[in-house]
Nanobody
Framework: QVQLVQSGGGLVQAGGSLRLSCTASGTIFSINDMGWYRQAPGKQRELVAT???????NYADSVKGRFTISRDNARNTVYLQMNSLKPEDTATYYCNADISSWLVRDGYWGHGTQVTVSS
């Protein structure tokens, strides 16, 4: 059974930084795209950033230049470095991974972690 376990997050003042981590575990043959999404209260979940297995990245316009997504394929881990945080970045952040295991290829979600940016 595949699981995504997140760590990081918390409370930070505007302009500060936080780093999120997400590690996949279980019977994994390969991990394709990995990404981070966020959901603020009363809003839909939105894409923050994605990264392919080869390292190509994609960012939401709202975080370009401030957030950096990276991954360690040997550790099945994806990271999100968040700098110059703004109050509007406050949300629950979820990692996502497209994983092949046994005969199944499916998308998996982490449990979510709260990021709160105070003004």
């Amino acid at each position: 059974q595949v699981q995504l376990v997140q760590s990081g997050g918390g409370l930070v003042q505007a302009g500060g930084s936080l780093r999120l981590s997400c590690t996949a575990s279980g019977t994994i043959f390969s991990i394709n795209d990995m990404g981070w999404y966020r959901q603020a209260p009363g809003k839909q979940r939105e894409l923050v950033a994605t990264i392919t297995s080869g390292g190509s990245t994609n960012y939401a316009d709202s975080v370009k230049g401030r957030f950096t997504i990276s991954r360690d394929n040997a550790r099945n881990t994806v990271y999100l470095q968040m700098n110059s945080l703004k109050p509007e970045d406050t949300a629950t952040y979820y990692c996502n991974a497209d994983i092949s295991s046994w005969l199944v290829r499916d998308g998996y979600w982490g449990h979510g972690t709260q990021v709160t940016v105070s003004s």
